[in-house]
């Protein structure tokens, strides 16, 4: 079953390993574990219903305490404090679980007549916030997009593929296998994430260097909106005027519910292997990663860990003897301490595997790359998913940890990256409250573009005596990095998404006059502002996970 208050599968569990735990210890001092309050405990806070009843819409609608608790948050770290502690602060007043267009034309038509907030609810993997409702005098009805997950059509000769929005990406991938294909759309929350979910957010894939970001794939669909269907068809390509599929693409539930998307799909590869390439030092790595993506050798995904990263995913890897050895064999040929590690995937037929192997293989030689096969990345295959898991670990051994991203162009990568994992690493210390506090602070490039990449960015650090402590240390170093990141050059979000958190620092990338013409659209599909307020525009500050949970800054 579902982890009411975390991540994924109560089943799994991903146990950190003895070494690892004292490589975290080194770095950042014992942890103390805060305690975690019950789900009975935060069902007994939810108020009643303000929904009105009596409708047509009844039938889809569960009002029911443990219901709308599991619905009213996402995954970003205060959304995990908010569930953890138990202050959740504001609950939604139902959700509604539709199983057609026509139903969620109904519910759209219900919040018109009874000024109803309405929220599109997809998989519940935001780490933007953008599923949480806002404290508001009107009622907020959340739709779960889940019953809407089949694939309704495909067409083999142009290869579109349609789905129900509420498709997860396990049915979507499953459900294409069984006919010879795949999207090859594989966001790291790609186990509860949904179609509709990645549309609405601009969602990038593992491997999007092969198949393309949801962008290249998504080439049509049905939205419902309060002004009626809008129907997105299936072009290849137009010059008629702005494109309103792009219009739909980052709209985060603002102009309507996505109900059905028609996406691009690829036969299915006739091989694939993920490699695993170590760099003397981070400029050796940086130039490697650049060089294969503009001669555009035909790699699946690239991946390149700056030398902290590197360390942490040794340490935290277990196996000690096997690293120990690896590590010996490195330091023989060059790669010792600051090397960098990249991660390369090649996919397709016979002939383009060989061929894209044998390139990148030479580029990364002549940088000074150490090749060292297939075995490490087919452990990175295994994990590629699981790794959100971690965050449980972390926090049972009473650490935190969240991540921030960006993209920026090639020649402003170094800048903007150190600029990033300074202020992480020291900001704790600028605060009154947290003055010996620090953070381990690493980073990778996870999505290269033959014009710049993107920079993901984790950071660890002890959690506080308390709840709102914690939150005000997380707080501090969101908001000082987010205004360092869209001062230079950086975007808010290259994968993310807008939802609550980023909104903020959405004008500054925007400009005036972007923003007005986003709020333009928004209100010509939603004049009442009933559809997700508060998401993607209108947050002038960051969200508290509950009113109690909130503590000034110092």
């Known amino acids: 079953m579902r982890r009411w208050n975390g991540w994924g599968d109560d089943q799994f569990n991903l146990e950190l390993p003895e070494q690892g735990l004292s490589f975290l210890a080194e770095r950042l001092g014992p942890g103390s574990p805060l305690a975690d309050s019950s789900l009975e405990h935060v069902c007994q806070q939810v108020p009643d219903s303000r929904l009105p009843a009596g409708d047509d819409v009844d039938a889809l609608m569960d009002t029911r305490p443990e219901t709308r608790v599991r619905h009213a948050r996402g995954q970003s770290l205060p959304d995990w404090l908010a569930m953890r502690s138990g202050e959740f602060g504001t609950f939604p007043d139902g959700v509604a679980f539709p199983e057609s267009n026509q139903d969620v034309q109904a519910l759209l038509q219900y919040a018109h007549r009874h000024q109803v907030v309405l929220i ?16 508001s005098e009107r009622p907020v009805l959340t739709v779960d997009m889940s019953a809407m997950n089949r694939l309704i059509d495909l067409d083999e000769e142009s290869r579109i593929a349609t789905f129900g929005a509420g498709t997860p990406g396990p049915l979507v991938e499953a459900q294409l296998r069984a006919r010879g294909y795949t999207l090859g759309h594989f966001p790291q929350s790609f186990e509860l994430s949904t179609l509709g979910g990645w549309v609405a957010s601009r969602s990038s894939g593992q491997q999007s260097l092969r198949y393309g970001r949801i962008e290249q794939l998504f080439a049509g669909g049905r939205v419902e909106t309060l002004k009626g269907t809008l129907q997105l068809p299936t072009i290849p390509a137009s010059s008629a005027g702005p494109d309103i599929r792009e219009m739909i693409l980052g709209s985060e539930g603002r102009l309507g519910v996505i109900t059905e998307v028609r996406v691009r799909v690829s036969a299915l590869a006739e091989r694939e292997s993920f490699h695993v390439v170590f760099f003397p030092d981070w400029n050796a790595a940086r130039n490697a990663c650049r060089t294969l993506v503009q001669n ?7 991946r390149l860990s700056n030398a902290v990263e590197t360390e942490t995913q ?9 690293i120990g050895l690896l590590e010996q064999v490195l330091s023989v040929r060059g790669a010792r301490d600051g090397k960098c590690m990249m991660t390369f995937g090649v996919t397709g037929s016979r002939t383009q595997c060989a061929s894209a192997l044998k ?5 990364c030689g002549r940088l000074g790359g150490v090749y060292t096969g297939t075995r490490l990345g087919k452990k990175w295959a295994e994990k590629r998913f699981t790794m959100p898991y971690l965050r449980e670990a ?3 051994l009473g650490y935190a940890v969240d991540t921030l991203e960006t993209a920026t162009d090639w020649d402003n990568v170094d800048n903007l990256l150190q600029r990033i994992e300074g202020n992480l690493r020291t900001g704790l210390s600028q605060r009154e409250n947290s003055r010996n506090e620090r953070a381990h602070v690493f980073t990778h490039l996870s999505h290269v573009y033959g014009q710049g990449c993107s920079i993901y960015t984790t950071y660890v650090f ?3 005596d308390d709840y709102p402590e ?13 205004e360092l990141i869209v001062n230079n050059r950086g975007t808010i979000s ?3 998404g807008v939802g609550k958190d980023h909104a903020p620092w959405l004008p500054t990338e925007k400009g005036d006059l972007g923003i007005l013409a986003i709020r333009a659209l928004c209100d010509t599909f939603d004049p009442d502002t009933l559809l997700n307020p508060g998401t993607l525009l209108d947050s002038g500050t960051l969200p508290n996970p509950g009113n109690s949970l909130d503590a000034e800054p110092s």
């Open 120 to 135: 599109p609810y997809g998989g519940g993997t935001s780490v933007a916030g953008h599923i949480n409702p806002v404290a």
């Open 296 to 302: 555009r050798v035909q790699l699946s995904m690239l």
């Open 314 to 322: 040794l340490a935290l890897a277990g196996h000690p003897r096997l």
């Open 359 to 363: 390139q990148a293989k030479q580029i």
């Open 394 to 396: 972390l926090w049972q």
């Open 462 to 464: 002890r959690v506080a």
């Open 470 to 482: 914690t939150l005000a240390r997380w707080r501090h170093l969101k908001t000082t990095t987010s």
């Open 494 to 496: 290259h994968q993310h």
